[in-house]
């Protein structure tokens, strides 16, 4: 069983912690969508998850901790950048274009926590870290584009469905894609 109370610890993400984060995005990738998308599903969707390494460059992107141990326990971050979610390697769903604060939604993004530290308070950490950001920067709204292993967290912490979708079919394969959004007043 995790410890739930297990202290937590947080920092930007830098260069150096990219593999780390690769390997921790594969593993819940893998492991977390299990009971909410079929096998072929959890493959599809790799089309469209994984790491965009502008986060990183944007420093925007956070890396939490297990503080005893050191280990990561989760990443994810939020962005001024229009893309509403996929990797470095999704091309067709990417959008550089810096948002305006004052009349667009700041974006969620790339939200993992490691199978071992679910249920510990690192999604909903990472949420109110991004959250805070934006705020900070001006924005007014926040919304992502969500995975089923992902909507749970989202609602819990406030945010509602606006619009059910699909990611582009990989294979004929589709997985869905909710947009998800909440007031960051
Ligand atoms: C989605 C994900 C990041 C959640 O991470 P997490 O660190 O376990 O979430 P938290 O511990 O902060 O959960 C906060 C609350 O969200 C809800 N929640 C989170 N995961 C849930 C689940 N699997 N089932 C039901 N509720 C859930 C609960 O209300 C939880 O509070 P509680 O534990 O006190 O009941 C993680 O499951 C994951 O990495 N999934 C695979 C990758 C993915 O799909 N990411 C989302 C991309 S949009």
């Excluded at 965009?52 to 326990?73: C, K, N, P, Q």
């Amino acid at each position: 069983m995790p410890d739930r109370n297990a202290p937590l610890s947080h920092r930007l993400a830098t260069e150096a912690d990219l593999d780390s984060i690769r390997a921790l995005m594969d593993v819940a990738i893998a492991e977390l969508q299990k009971g909410v998308l079929t096998p072929a599903q959890i493959s599809a969707s790799r089309g469209s998850m994984g790491l965009d390494t502008s986060l990183i460059r944007d420093r925007t992107y956070f890396i939490v901790e297990d503080e005893l141990t050191g280990e990561m326990a989760g990443c994810g971050g939020w962005s001024r950048r229009a893309t509403l979610y996929g990797g470095d390697h999704s091309a067709a769903l990417r959008d550089e274009r810096l948002l305006d604060p004052e009349t667009e939604p700041a974006k969620i993004r790339a939200m993992y926590t490691h199978p071992n530290h679910t249920r510990k308070g690192v999604g909903r950490l990472i949420l109110s870290l991004g959250e805070a950001a934006a705020r900070q920067e001006g924005f007014t709204r926040i919304e992502m584009g969500a995975t089923m292993a992902g909507v749970p967290l989202y609602e819990a912490c406030g945010y509602h469905i606006i619009e059910k979708g699909m990611a582009a079919p990989v294979d004929g394969i589709e997985v869905p894609v909710w947009r998800m959004g909440k007031s960051l007043l």
